[in-house]
T-cell receptor, first 114, second 113 residues
């Protein structure tokens, strides 16, 4: 079946540090890949997405590139801020059509110190 | 445009009871999905409804059920509650099943004592 593996957390960084959060996946076909973010006390929000190999998703300074050869979709940001403190989930959606559903990784908590 | 609204936000139940959670999707969205979020298992898909029909279902026991109404609002029900059902239940909507961005509500946090 489909699965998403994220690096173990939590991650604590100082403000302006470089961020990488690893994500690899297993899926049949050509899934779409997503990063969702969950701020404290809130639901999930879509951060960025990529729908085909070599696509780069970007938003709010975050980037991730769909790498089919390594089945990866690592999240990066060049300079994190305290406001980036949240839980980050990598997800995939394989299958098109009405049976499609999102499969999430376990999430990783990011804390950014001033 | 109003977001996805879930009620209640917090609730406490005891083992053996049942619970019903409600979700109002974004206006115009006809698909509603439900997810269970726990520290141990992360986010797990429960089911998705579109046009009042269940289109997809995750690997949960029959105690977990749902339905969708003609106005696209959805409810999920958990019967015979167990301690392990304590979780944040998230609802998400999108325009139609199987495609498009999911918009999540803030969740209903269920504690089973």
């Amino acid at each position: 079946g489909n699965s998403v593996t994220q690096m173990e957390g939590p991650v604590t960084l100082s403000e302006e540090a470089f961020l990488t959060i690893n994500c690899t996946y297993t899926a049949t076909g050509y899934p779409s890949l997503f990063w969702y973010v969950q701020y404290p006390g809130e639901g999930l929000q879509l951060l960025l997405k990529a729908t085909k190999a070599d696509d780069k998703g970007s938003n709010k300074g975050f980037e991730a590139t769909y790498r089919k050869e390594t089945t990866s979709f690592h999240l990066e940001k060049g300079s994190v801020q305290v406001s980036d403190s949240a839980v980050y989930f990598c997800a995939l959606e394989a299958d098109t059509g009405a049976n499609s559903k999102l499969t999430f990784g376990k999430g990783i908590t990011l804390s950014v110190r001033p | 445009k109003a977001g996805v609204t879930q009620t209640p936000r917090y609730l406490i139940k005891t083992r053996g009871q049942q619970v019903t959670l409600s979700c109002s999707p974004i206006s115009g969205h006809r698909s509603v999905s439900w997810y269970q979020q726990t520290p141990g298992q992360g986010l797990q898909f429960l089911f998705e409804y579109f046009s009042e029909t269940q289109r997809n279902k995750g690997n949960f026991p029959g105690r977990f059920s749902g339905r969708q109404f003609s106005n696209s609002r959805s409810e999920m029900n958990v019967s015979t509650l167990e301690l392990g059902d304590s979780a944040l239940y998230l609802c998400a909507s999108r325009y139609r099943a199987g495609t498009g961005e999911l918009f999540f509500g803030e969740g209903s946090r269920l504690t089973v004592l």
